[in-house]
């Protein structure tokens, strides 16, 4: 039902901001690597 669609859309949102704040860290490692 509409819970359902909720929770999944919430779960989409925090693996968006995961995998952006991983890419930040990512990148400042390799610029500092550099």
Known sequence: ??????VNRIKTL???MYG???FDLLRKR???SA
Do not use: C, I, T, W
């Open 30 to 32: 390799v610029l500092l």
């Open 20 to 22: 952006r704040a991983n």
């Open 1 to 6: 039902g509409p819970v359902e669609g909720n």
């Open 14 to 16: 925090k693996r968006q």
